[in-house]
């Protein structure tokens, strides 16, 4: 018989990470939606998959956006009515510097393989106070950059530049990228690091 595996992440570290595709095709959990309460607006959901975040933001009201690279996750939130666009987050988004929060939710600190980077790109995008919301993995990860690719039952996609962040690297990331490190929190074992941009004196 033939072995199936859920998707997983097959990181060169040796990490093997179930992906949640369950999760991002679903609504936005308890736990997700106590994270996002009070939430300043416009908020950009960065690497928003299919739209969860999005789509409750704008149930509740708030000004919300997603971007990712994803044909596919940009359809499906489409599909549910969120306001998201097809693009990197290394190429021109609308309304930069202007957002009041970003959120890199449930892995989307890997982008790009370049923590550091990826954040430096979300100060420029955020207003001058504004704040990121970045979820993050637990004690003994620290920051690795690391290759991954997807495994689906037997198929393996290319490898591709990933990056995996624990409670015990993102206040380096913070400081190094110009932000401050103004929550940490832990919900339902899901690991949250609010930053906020100093304001300037
Ligand atoms: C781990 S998933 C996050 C899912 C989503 N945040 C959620 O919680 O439902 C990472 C997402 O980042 C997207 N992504 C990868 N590179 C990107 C880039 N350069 N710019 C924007 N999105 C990107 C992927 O397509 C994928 O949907």
Redesign the pocket.
Known sequence: MALVHSPHLVCSDGAVVPLRVD??VGCAENVDTEILAGVKGPVL??????G??VAALAANGIVAMG????HE?VALAERRGAPVLE????DAVPATGRWATALL????I???GNPLRLLERIRELLANDGTVIVEVEGLGIGCRRVDARIRVDEALSNWFPWARVGVDGIEYLAHASGFVLSHLGVKESRWFAFLNAPVPQ
């Open positions: 999760r991002w959901d960065v690497g928003c998959g299919p969860r975040h971007i990712d690279i994803s996750a693009r990197s987050v290394f939710l449930d892995g989307s890997g982008i790009g």
